[in-house]
């Protein structure tokens, strides 16, 4: 189970910490992943952090704002969003991969390649 928590309305420019805690599971052995879904439009990749190397990833238009992180002693994954603007309004969710599942590059972007889902938390930005 993971529970999706730190949304919240925050002015332009502003910045929110998302976490995402997980329960059965040790996240160490999970590629974790963030995704967003804002009103009327598709679920869209925002941010990814690998098990096995390490390696973070992001989507174009959060690199360089945003930053996922993980604290795997505790099992919760944070999202760290700084100047935010309109267009970051979402319900954002966390997700974990099947465990100990080795991916190419691609498919933490894709959010088939996910197993679990935690229920969203929302992002309001006022301009």
């Known amino acids: 189970q993971l529970l999706a928590s730190g949304g919240g309305l925050v002015q332009a420019g502003g910045s929110l910490r998302l976490s995402c805690v997980a329960s059965g599971r040790a996240i160490s052995r999970y590629s974790m992943g963030w995704f967003r879904q804002a009103q009327g439009k598709e679920r869209e990749f925002v941010a990814a952090?690998?098990?096995?190397?390490?390696?973070?990833y992001y989507a174009d238009s959060v690199k360089g704002r945003f930053t996922i992180s993980r604290d795997n002693a505790v099992n919760t994954v944070h999202l760290q969003m700084n100047s935010l603007n309109s267009g970051d309004t979402a319900v954002y969710y966390c997700?974990?991969?099947?465990?100990?599942?080795?991916?190419?590059?691609?498919?933490?972007?894709?959010?088939?390649?996910?197993?679990?889902w935690g229920q969203g938390t929302l992002v309001t930005v006022s301009s």
């Open positions: 997700a974990a991969t099947a465990g100990e599942a080795y991916m190419s590059r691609s498919n933490f972007f894709n959010s088939r390649s996910y197993r679990a």
């Open positions: 952090s690998s098990w096995s190397t390490g390696n973070t």
